[in-house]
């Protein structure tokens, strides 16, 4: 069975640009959440999504929102771009429930100059 | 202020022997906590998880115990297999919030020997 699949895996912008990624979950999911990884705060949780609907939202500015599709596949768009931003976006699929993400995707590197 | 910490970045253990990976918590307001593995190049898979109502959960060769008291948890895997070789992570959230909003640990890598 496929894995969660994220897309573009590698993205260069500039300062105030903005950016659109994308993520397919695990066929049959209907939760996707999002994560941003940084060396130094770690993993920190964006929002998650079910059946359309964010569920769940982290403490992060308006400037990062997302969206979930009929299909499931989610997509997470930051605009006015910072350099601390640069960062590793990683996805997560689960299948229903509370149980938490399950399966990451294997992210998508942006870098802000 | 690092809330769940995993104070040993690597553990090398031998094929067959047992393998336990730990992990400490501050925030005495997480009372649900995950494991992840994490294989090169892909990313983490949830691996079992434990509610603050159980101290101790089993999958298969997978066992995690909770000591509310110590804030401590602890992820036994017994036997170790040559393909138990990843980073695990430790995750925690919130009382009454939700299992998504996560805070996680660095990560331990382990390597088991064969």
């Known amino acids: 069975k496929a894995g969660v699949t994220q897309t573009p895996r590698y993205l260069i912008k500039t300062r105030g640009q903005q950016v659109t990624l994308s993520c397919s979950p695990i066929?049959?999911?209907?939760?996707v959440s999002w994560y941003q990884q940084t060396p130094g705060q770690g993993l920190q949780f964006l929002f998650e999504?079910?059946?359309?609907?964010?569920?769940n939202k982290g403490n992060f500015p308006g400037r990062f929102s997302g969206r979930q599709f009929s299909n499931s596949r989610s997509e997470m768009n930051v605009s006015t771009l910072e350099l601390g931003d640069s960062a590793l976006y990683l996805c997560?699929?689960?299948?229903?429930?509370?149980?938490?993400?399950?399966?990451f995707g294997p992210g998508t590197r942006l870098t802000v100059l | 202020d690092q809330q769940v910490k995993q104070n040993s970045p690597s553990l090398s253990v031998q094929e067959g022997r047992i393998s336990i990976l730990n992990c400490d918590y501050t925030?005495?307001?997480?009372?649900?906590f995950l494991w992840y593995k994490k294989y090169p190049a892909e990313g983490p898979t949830f691996l079992i998880s434990?509610?603050?109502?159980?101290d101790k959960n089993e999958d298969g060769r997978f066992t995690v115990f909770l000591n509310k008291s110590a804030k401590h948890l602890s992820l036994h895997i017994v036997p170790s297999q040559p393909g138990d070789s990843a980073v695990y992570f430790c995750?925690?959230?919130?009382?009454?919030?939700?299992?998504?909003?996560?805070?996680f640990g660095k990560g331990t890598l382990l390597t088991v020997n064969p």
């Open positions: 997560a699929s689960s299948l229903e429930g509370r149980v938490g993400p399950e399966f």
């Open positions: 066929s049959g999911h209907r939760s």
């Open positions: 999504y079910f059946s359309e609907t964010q569920r």
């Open positions: 925030n005495s307001m997480f009372d649900y």
């Open positions: 434990i509610s603050s109502i159980k």
């Open positions: 995750a925690a959230s919130e009382a009454g919030g939700s299992n998504y909003k996560l805070t």
